[in-house]
């Protein structure tokens, strides 16, 4: 257990419908990632939160959105949904973001399967 | 996306034998880090790596940093079928928050 929860782990749906995925942070991380691993590909970076401010962004799409809470929990909002949104969500946390220490690197969740049909 | 350049796409060993694969970026990095993915499963860390000609392992794994900062190579000797998976390398470009993963090695080792 890396210390990072993601849920739902399995979501099938239908296209054009809206999901909510959620991340827990691991306990005193305040920095969570989320990644998106299509079929047999790389993991690609979709946002980045850091203590409840969006901090970073890579190519996530407009029907996407993300939000980091209060306590520090992270949801990410996919709607409209087409086929080939069809993936695995990474959620991982680190602690700092600065720091060249251990307290940077990404704690990856066991990921939340997304299907649709 | 941005992605950084690891070499090779996969790879099918002999148990025993030594396993070397690398990452390239256009950008300087400040840090690098190496993660081992199983299926189903999240990536695993194995190795983080801060400074330019840092050498790190990590039992049979030995990573380094390139002098440039613009690559990093990691080694795994002796292979032993658990050794199976998907190595992804994950860099830091210099200035930025975010981390980029590499494509992907495929590792299979065959008994």
């Known amino acids: 257990d890396s210390g990072v929860t993601q849920t739902p782990k399995h979501l099938i749906t239908a296209t054009g419908q809206r999901v909510t995925l959620r991340c827990s942070p691991r306990?005193?991380?305040?920095?969570v990632y989320w990644y998106q691993q299509s079929l047999d590909q790389g993991l690609q970076f979709l946002i980045q939160y850091y203590n409840g401010e969006e901090r970073a962004k890579g190519n996530i799409l407009e029907r996407f959105s993300a939000q980091q809470f209060p306590d520090l929990h992270s949801e990410l909002n996919l709607s409209s949904l087409e086929l080939g949104d069809s993936a695995l969500y990474f959620c991982?946390?680190?602690?700092?973001?600065?720091?060249?220490?251990?307290?940077?690197?990404?704690?990856f969740g066991a990921g939340s399967r997304l299907t649709v049909l | 996306g941005q992605q950084l350049n690891q070499s090779p796409q996969s790879m099918f060993i002999q148990e025993g034998e030594d396993v070397s694969m690398n990452c390239t970026s256009s950008s300087i990095f400040n840090t690098w880090l190496w993660y081992k993915q199983e299926p189903g499963e999240g990536p695993v860390l194995l190795i983080a790596l801060y400074k330019a000609g840092e050498l790190t392992s990590n039992g049979r794994l030995t990573a380094q940093f390139g002098i440039t900062r613009k690559d990093s190579f990691l080694n795994i000797s002796a292979s032993i079928p658990s050794d199976v998976g998907i190595y992804f390398c994950?860099?830091?470009?210099?200035?930025?928050?975010?981390?980029?993963f590499g494509t992907g090695t495929r590792l299979k080792v065959l008994a």
């Open positions: 306990s005193g991380d305040l920095s």
């Open positions: 994950a860099g830091r470009p210099s200035g930025t928050y975010k981390y980029i």
């Open positions: 991982a946390s680190s602690g700092t973001e600065g720091s060249y220490s251990g307290a940077n690197v990404l704690t």
